[in-house]
């Protein structure tokens, strides 16, 4: 089988730009934010008959992060199953629009387990212009979300870290990207020198510039930081190995971004499907597409994967 023609790019969360070329997909995904922009809270889900490992309850409409992943928002009844969550210690945030966030630590076991999410104090006017500003930018909104960052940060006057990388995401979108940089590096400043979210901007920014050098630096960095537990850096690092044609690392970075999504993050998958199906991995880039399709089958992109799929299956035949 020959090599597919790519002719368009795919990104997640905060890492848009250049992203790995996409078979037949020509518009790019952007993540959490945003990125990857379908955010979590939005994306379509495969409804199953497996017992969840986790329900939160929260008031509907609450926005519930477990280890830094974004399993996405309450429901009209005030609930949120999780699927996949190993046991053991797990943090938990949750943020509401006009309240306080709140943060929690609780304990998972094999049982279903139960997490009751209570916000008790309103926000601050900086954090309420920080909760809308991100409203904005997810729904792609970035001028207007530069102006709300700005405004509680100015607010802030102890600092507002989350602000200033959620601005510097603003920042890449609109290519301001020295200011972007600028502001992920007061971001880490004010993090006391260690931010692994603001050095993964960093390096999703010099990516994006086409700085590979530097971008793997912060990427790095990053996962220095964070134990080398963030699906983005892996992801970042991934999708620059493969700018540098370094299809094995970007591979094996894909590998670890999708064990380590705990399945919040789909289009992961795709990537990874794109990734082997170039290396002529045709039966691992099946599953990977496959698994894609379970976790996200009414997306955007389902029509294109289950074409390619139906090539692969005829190839590894």
């Known amino acids: ?25 020509p518009f790019i995904f952007v993540c959490s934010v945003i990125s990857f922009l379908t955010v979590s809270a939005q994306r379509p889900r495969v409804v199953t008959d497996e017992k969840p490992a ?59 387990h139960e997490v009751v999410v209570r916000f008790t104090t309103a926000a601050s006017p900086a954090e309420l212009r920080f909760q809308t500003a991100e409203e904005l930018r997810e729904t792609g909104k970035h001028r207007e979300a530069i102006a709300e960052y700005r405004r509680a940060i100015t607010l802030n006057k102890r600092g507002y870290a989350a602000a200033r990388i959620g601005l510097a995401r603003s920042l890449m979108a609109t290519e301001e990207y020295e200011d972007a940089v600028q502001q992920a590096r ?11 979210e603001a050095y993964t901007v960093l390096g999703n920014t010099r990516r994006t510039q086409g700085l590979y050098d530097q971008a793997i630096v912060n990427y790095q960095t990053a996962l220095e930081q964070a134990r080398n537990s963030s699906p983005e850096a892996h992801t970042g690092l991934a999708l620059t190995y493969q700018d540098r044609n370094r299809p094995e690392d970007a591979i094996r970075h894909l590998q670890t971004a999708a064990a380590q999504s705990r399945d919040t993050e789909p289009i992961i998958y795709f990537l990874l499907g794109s990734a082997l199906e170039r290396e002529l991995r045709n039966r691992e880039a099946l599953e990977a597409y496959e698994k894609f399709l379970t976790l996200s089958p009414e997306s955007r992109q389902a029509s294109a994967v289950r074409s390619i799929i139906r090539q692969l299956q005829r190839d590894v035949r």
Not at 17 to 24: D, L
Not at 83 to 102: D, M, Q
Not at 186 to 196: D, H, I, L, Q
């Open 1 to 25: 089988m020959r090599k597919r023609r790519n002719n368009g790019t795919i990104g997640i969360n905060g890492i848009g730009g250049k992203g790995i070329p996409v078979p037949f997909i």
């Open 186 to 196: 007061r971001a880490v400043t004010e993090s006391g020198g260690r931010n692994a």
């Open 54 to 112: 986790l329900i939160v309850k929260a008031p509907a409409g609450s926005i519930i992060w477990i280890d830094r992943l974004r399993y996405g928002a309450t429901n009209s009844e005030s609930t949120l199953a999780v699927r996949t969550l190993p046991a053991g210690a797990h943090t938990l945030r949750a943020r509401l629009k006009g309240k306080r966030e709140v943060t929690l630590n609780f304990t998972s076991t094999n049982a279903p």
